[in-house]
């Protein structure tokens, strides 16, 4: 028997099939299943056709999970592998999706599983329902003479994979922008543990691993892990450098994207205290951010360089407060950044770019302010909070943007709090308590919301005591440190959050004990050590985070009963 009639088979099937439905192809390998796949594809139409074409045993054991899950016109397994392991893993499948036939209805069209001839005995007792309920069973035979087409089956069972990791990836950053990295942490291990698996030396493959190791490292950011975090964008660069080497129309973004990963490189350097390997990395990424405005001064690459500049002018800055005397250079950089940002918005600015445009005259002000320009600092906060009041109001149910007015506000209570005006700070950061309330209320499950109105009440806190409003600083730090328990205790492993408790109890027992709460006061602030102890045995960014902690509370005169990290006992 020809493929011609199996193909004529299945034309005339599909042409009558309703609802949904089971076929089974057994042939030896590719050169008698091709013509009847391109079938199935021809039906289906664009899009509408999943081809599952897994490489090893191991690969076929998890196409369960694809398969009921997906809704299309039709799902296409294939896996003509033969000998014992093969046979194995389609045991184990078949099974499964046996015991699952109900939500195979998710295809409305057929499911069409192929195996090897040698396994038809096995697909007929290991899946008896759906062997009873099959629709058409096809056995085409290999063309003589014709060469096996292993680069088209590599081809199609990669880019499977890729898409399955691009599903997985996309859970990953679901959970980062709700702020669960804890949840997120094993997602990204097992993604990388799968793309390693998966590598293929090919572009689309290197920037599949090039981005699940990156996505690795951002959930290392937001656990508060930035040595983690530059493990595994060193991990990816190399890549980047490989890909941003090519020719061709992917060019120009290969080289954006090797910018964007030198310029996390350099911000986590900085973080760790490599100041001299951050300024590298970033001015690099500034020069080649320059190269690709010149090659193309579309929106995207002035942003791109907008954001190269912000960030090394943040860097000077922190330079700057170490006692280097960047505060020009930092100034002049934020200055160039706010100039590309204000061309970016143009005459008729879109929301986002406003906010955009809002943060860099933030940062701008705050450098001013450094520079003792307190009448230019405070033009910056208010233009930047005007910014961001107009971006909100654009989009009344963007609660991300509503909070980052929050964000100006707050800095302008700052601003005022520098220059003496306890009264006109407190009540602006009271506003801002309020805000942050109400939008924490909207997105419940926001961890970040949660931490960033435990700041703000915090803030009021020490403004209150400044003023000494002992009862009112009293209050506000107790609603800072509730919230600030209910963030740590959602996310253990961070230690960025863990600190913010340990702070928020300091700060506490320092008002209890002003108030004659001695108790109390030693109550809070053996808690304080003990977060402060936690922090330092874990190592990493979380011992500096502990010695820290652990010096502030002896600082303040606190000599907790249990000690504190060895580093401030010893000197």
């Known amino acids: 028997m020809s493929a011609g009639p199996e193909c004529e088979a299945l034309r005339t099937h599909l042409e009558w099939a309703d609802g949904s439905w089971v076929g089974f192809v057994f042939a030896e390998d590719e050169r008698a299943t091709l013509p009847l796949r391109e079938v199935v594809l021809d039906w289906a139409g664009p899009g509408g056709a999943d081809v599952l074409l897994p490489e090893t045993p191991a690969d076929l054991r998890e196409v369960v999970r694809e398969l009921v899950t997906r809704r299309s016109r039709a799902a296409w397994l294939e896996a003509t592998g033969a000998g014992p392991t093969w046979e194995d893993a389609w045991r184990d499948v078949l099974v499964r999706l046996d015991e699952r036939r109900e939500r195979l209805r998710r295809i409305e069209g057929g499911l069409i599983l192929v195996g090897h001839p040698s396994a038809k005995e096995l697909f007929r007792t290991a899946a008896p329902d759906l062997w009873s309920a099959r629709a058409l069973v096809l056995e085409p035979p290999t ?118 990963s030198l310029s996390v490189l350099g911000d986590l350097a900085a973080e760790l205290g490599d100041a001299e390997t951050a300024e590298a990395e970033l001015a690099e990424s500034v020069a080649l951010r320059r190269r690709l405005v010149r090659w193309s001064d579309d929106r995207e690459s002035l942003a791109e360089l907008a954001i190269g500049w912000s960030l090394l002018g943040d860097l000077k800055l922190a330079r700057h407060d170490a ?199 030693s109550r809070l602030v053996t808690r304080a050590a003990e977060v402060a102890r936690r922090l330092y045995d874990r190592g990493g960014e979380a011992r500096r985070r502990g010695r820290d902690l652990a010096r502030e509370i002896r600082a303040g005169g606190w000599d907790p009963e249990d000690g504190l990290p060895g580093p401030v006992e010893g000197g």
């Open 143 to 260: 063309p003589e003479g014709s060469p096996r087409p292993r680069q088209a089956k590599r081809r199609d069972a990669a880019s499977w994979e890729r898409r399955r990791i691009a599903r997985r990836f996309a859970e990953v950053e679901a959970l980062l922008a709700q702020g669960w990295a804890s949840e997120a942490l094993p997602a990204s291990e097992a993604l990388v543990r799968r793309v390693e698996r998966a590598a293929r030396d090919e572009p689309a493959a290197l920037v599949l691993e090039a981005d699940v190791e990156e996505l690795a490292g951002r959930v290392a950011m937001q656990l508060g892990e930035p040595a983690e975090a530059r493990r595994r964008y060193l991990l990816a660069l190399p890549l980047r450098r490989r890909l941003a080497r090519g020719r061709g129309s992917e060019r120009h973004r290969r080289r954006a994207e090797l910018a964007r």
């Open 323 to 521: 006692g280097d005397g960047r505060l020009r250079e930092a100034i002049a950089a934020l200055q160039e950044a706010v100039r590309l940002r204000e061309r970016i918005a143009g005459d008729s600015p879109d929301p986002r770019s406003l906010r955009l445009l809002s943060v860099s005259v933030g940062k701008l002000g705050s450098a001013m302010a450094r520079d003792g320009d307190h009448p230019r600092a405070r033009a910056c906060f208010e233009r930047a909070a005007e910014l961001a009041r107009r971006v909100a109001d654009s989009d009344p149910g963007n609660v991300a943007w509503r909070m980052e007015a929050t964000v100006s506000d707050s800095r302008l209570a700052d601003a005022d709090r520098a220059r003496g005006d306890l009264e006109g700070a407190l009540e602006r950061y009271l506003e801002v308590v309020a805000e942050r309330e109400r939008l924490s209320a909207e997105d419940p499950q926001n961890i970040r919301w949660k931490e960033l109105t435990a700041a703000a009440f915090g803030r009021a806190s020490d403004t209150a005591s400044e003023l000494e409003d002992a009862t009112r600083a009293r209050r506000l730090a107790h609603r800072a440190l509730g919230l600030a328990e209910e963030v740590a205790w959602h996310d253990p492993q961070h230690p960025g959050r863990q600190d913010v408790l340990g702070r928020a109890l300091l700060r506490l027992a320092t008002l209890e004990r002003r108030a004659g709460r001695q108790e109390a006061a």
